[in-house]
């Protein structure tokens, strides 16, 4: 075989392509990992002072133990832990390289990126949702004010910010930068904020909003982003703020396009989730396989680290057996 042909190529080196990765190397199966960022990209593109949800035995891979601090590993925690992951199971990555194509080609899958053209017999794709976010689709929203990302507080200091939405990110967002002097108001769809807000956070949010150090609109909706206001459409009626910058902490979705692309089925119009087998993680396309957040289209709090990591093995069965035979 030649250099650029491999048993399985990995889209994506977040930790369930790692996963993939390292069930790969324990089934001597050649394999390579193709990545568009940095490893674990996604952690990476975390805030900067993140804290996870889950404990640190709960993130790990490949039987490397995962030591953190305290009792809930940071990101900067996660990416250490990553590292020695790809360092001790030798795992085969190239970061900086976006696949752009994947066709076949003498009964092989051709896997084109902005740098190679790359065969293999069985591709998983593995790829998150991270850099896809969920847009507002309103007036504004393309001025350089608005933010879909967050990384640390110090630049907003003492502004006026506006934070949609009431999940993780968002809290996250208006906490850290109230704490840095900036004043901010909470625009939120639903009539509280959400129940699955990490447990040690939830009762410091809420209470900032009660004394009103945290402004909050319930059951509103940003109408328009103007360069220094907004207009928000609230139960008792329009109103305009002044305003610095808005963080649209709406949620992010997976690449279709990439999907689509490589012959997978979308189903739904709502759910818009990919077609696969939920024992074999086989998609329609016949040996290609989705690993991770990528599985659950729309609703993308349903698979996490944690509870994704046996989709590697149950994949490798599938590969083994087909592969072996």
């Known amino acids: 075989m030649s250099d650029n042909y491999f048993d399985v190529i990995i889209i994506g080196a977040g930790p369930i392509g790692l ?11 050649s394999h390579l990992i193709i ?13 900067t002072n993140m804290t996870f949800f889950s404990t640190s035995e709960r993130l790990e891979i490949g039987d490397v133990p ?7 590993p940071t990101r900067r925690e996660a990416l250490e832990y990553y590292r020695r992951v790809k360092h001790a199971w030798n795992l085969n990555v190239k970061t900086y390289e976006k696949v752009v194509s994947i066709d076949e080609e003498n009964n092989n899958f051709l896997i084109t990126s902005n740098k190679g053209k790359y065969f293999c017999a069985k591709l998983i794709i593995s790829t998150g949702f991270f850099d896809k976010p969920n847009y507002l689709n309103i007036p504004g929203e393309e001025l350089p004010k608005v933010k ?36 901010v108001t909470m625009v939120i769809r639903e009539d509280k904020i959400r129940d699955s807000v990490k447990y040690w956070v939830k009762p410091d949010i809420d209470n900032r909003i009660k004394e009103g150090s945290i402004k909050a609109f319930f059951n509103s909706n940003i109408l328009k982003i103007k360069e220094s206001e907004v207009d928000i459409q609230t139960p008792n009626g329009i109103i ?24 997978i089925n979308i189903l739904g119009d709502e759910d818009k989730a990919p077609e696969f087998d939920p024992e074999t993680f086989e998609t329609n396309r016949k040996g290609i396989y989705l690993a991770g957040v990528v599985c659950s289209g729309i609703d993308t709090g349903k698979w996490f680290i944690e509870n ?18």
């Not at 994704?308 to 083994?320: K, L, M, Q, T, W």
């Open 66 to 72: 995962f030591v953190s601090h305290g009792d809930k």
């Open 19 to 29: 996963s993939c990765g390292i069930e790969a190397v324990k089934r001597k199966f």
């Open 240 to 263: 305009t703020i002044e305003n610095d910058f808005v963080f649209a902490m709406t949620g992010y979705h997976p690449d279709h396009d990439l999907l689509k692309n490589a012959g």
């Open 148 to 183: 879909h990302y967050f990384d640390e507080a110090h630049p907003y200091a003492y502004l006026k910010l506006v934070v949609v939405g009431a999940a993780n990110s968002a809290v996250d967002v208006a906490l850290e930068t109230y704490r840095r002097g900036s004043k």
């Open 35 to 47: 990545e568009k960022g940095c490893l674990v990209n996604s952690i990476f593109n975390y805030p």
């Open 308 to 325: 994704s990591r046996y989709h590697a093995s149950n994949i490798f069965n599938h590969i083994e057996k087909h592969m072996k035979n």
